[in-house]
């Protein structure tokens, strides 16, 4: 079997932090493929030894030459969201190109329990994983909670001015950085181990909006107020906002998915994975402080 790991998207920040993590737990540079729509973006890693392979999730044909001779291929999801499952079309491309290229292992970043998720972009991820275990070839797959980061879309704005309107309603949310996703990725897939496993990858606790709140207004020195609304309300104000219908449905589902406490989960896969304690929320905050204050 080969031991080469090729990393789709590996243009964008998840795929970018695997391929670090990769070299840092000593994955050589000739055992890494990334892969990208745009080859030229990745000119830098080319220059460090890293082989660079084009692949477009549109281009099946491409793909399966892409593919050819890799050991493992992580499918990064894409970020198509545009309600014509077109994401779901491209991840499914990349799986039979997989297969059709011979590959020997399939990994893919998932979310947690998408059987039961409210979030209106579930389909996509738990159809994918079912046509990755339909393929019956050893696979990985990274069920990653919600990322510290994902606060960049609300939070600078609520902290300009002073309050955050949400329909989650005492609902809590267990989050984790990039950066450890990644490494938590990176750590499963430089073992050798061909056993098929599922991660469920949270941060190590849950807090309310309230409590994210809290942490904001006392890294910024801003105060932070959270205003509930209706699900109708928080519609109504992204609409008024000019926020596109397709982005819509999709924020108002998480709205949902919070409330439902289906977001709060905590496991201790992404700790057992990086060896260590993930960096929780405040941390985070602090550190990329001037980046909400707007």
Same mark, same amino acid.
């Given at each position: 079997?080969?031991?080469?790991?090729?990393?789709?998207?590996?243009?964008?920040?998840?795929?970018?932090?695997?391929?670090? +993590?990769?070299?840092?737990?000593?994955?050589?540079?000739?055992?890494?493929?990334?892969?990208?729509?745009?080859?030229?973006?990745?000119?830098?890693?080319?220059?460090?030894?890293?082989?660079?392979?084009?692949?477009?999730?549109?281009?099946?044909?491409?793909?399966?030459?892409?593919?050819?001779?890799?050991?493992?291929?992580?499918?990064?999801?894409?970020?198509?969201?545009?309600?014509?499952?077109?994401?779901?079309?491209?991840?499914?491309?990349?799986?039979?190109?997989?297969?059709?290229?011979?590959?020997?292992?399939?990994? &893919?970043?998932?979310?947690?329990?998408?059987?039961?998720?409210?979030?209106?972009?579930?389909?996509?991820?738990?159809?994918?994983?079912?046509?990755?275990?339909?393929?019956?070839?050893?696979?990985?797959?990274?069920?990653?909670?919600?990322?510290?980061?994902?606060?960049?879309?609300?939070?600078?704005?609520?902290?300009?001015?002073?309050?955050?309107?949400?329909?989650?309603?005492?609902?809590?949310?267990?989050?984790?950085?990039?950066?450890?996703?990644?490494?938590?990725?990176?750590?499963?897939?430089?073992?050798?181990?061909?056993?098929?496993?599922?991660?469920?990858?949270?941060?190590?606790?849950?807090?309310?909006?309230?409590?994210?709140?809290?942490?904001?207004?006392?890294?910024?020195?801003?105060?932070?107020?959270?205003? +509930?609304?209706?699900?109708?309300?928080?519609?109504?104000?992204?609409?008024?906002?000019?926020?596109?219908?397709?982005?819509?449905?999709?924020?108002?589902?998480?709205?949902?998915?919070?409330?439902?406490?289906?977001?709060?989960?905590?496991?201790?896969?992404?700790?057992?994975?990086?060896?260590?304690?993930?960096?929780?929320?405040?941390? &985070?905050?602090?550190?990329?402080?001037?980046?909400?204050?707007?």
């Amino acid at each position: 079997m080969s031991d080469t790991i090729f990393v789709t998207g590996a243009s964008g920040q998840l795929g970018q932090l695997v391929i670090k +993590h990769l070299l840092a737990r000593g994955v050589t540079h000739e055992r890494i493929i990334a892969g990208t729509r745009n080859p030229e973006k990745l000119a830098g890693l080319a220059a460090a030894g890293i082989e660079v392979r084009k692949a477009d999730f549109e281009d099946p044909q491409g793909l399966t030459e892409a593919f050819k001779n890799v050991g493992t291929v992580l499918i990064i999801s894409t970020d198509a969201m545009d309600g014509v499952d077109t994401r779901l079309k491209q991840h499914r491309n990349a799986v039979a190109s997989a297969v059709a290229a011979d590959v020997k292992r399939i990994a &893919y970043t998932s979310q947690p329990n998408p059987d039961s998720s409210l979030l209106s972009f579930a389909p996509d991820h738990l159809e994918t994983e079912r046509a990755i275990k339909a393929t019956g070839l050893p696979h990985v797959i990274f069920r990653n909670s919600w990322y510290h980061e994902n606060l960049h879309r609300s939070l600078p704005h609520a902290l300009k001015s002073g309050q955050w309107h949400s329909a989650t309603k005492g609902g809590r949310t267990s989050s984790a950085g990039r950066e450890d996703y990644a490494e938590a990725i990176a750590a499963a897939l430089a073992t050798s181990s061909t056993d098929s496993r599922t991660y469920t990858l949270t941060g190590p606790e849950a807090l309310s909006n309230e409590e994210i709140a809290d942490l904001a207004s006392r890294v910024t020195g801003k105060p932070l107020v959270v205003v +509930h609304v209706t699900d109708e309300q928080f519609v109504t104000g992204l609409k008024a906002a000019g926020v596109p219908d397709v982005f819509v449905s999709a924020l108002a589902s998480i709205e949902v998915e919070v409330r439902a406490g289906n977001l709060s989960i905590v496991t201790d896969h992404l700790e057992s994975l990086i060896g260590r304690a993930p960096k929780r929320l405040g941390e &985070y905050l602090q550190e990329a402080r001037a980046s909400y204050i707007v």
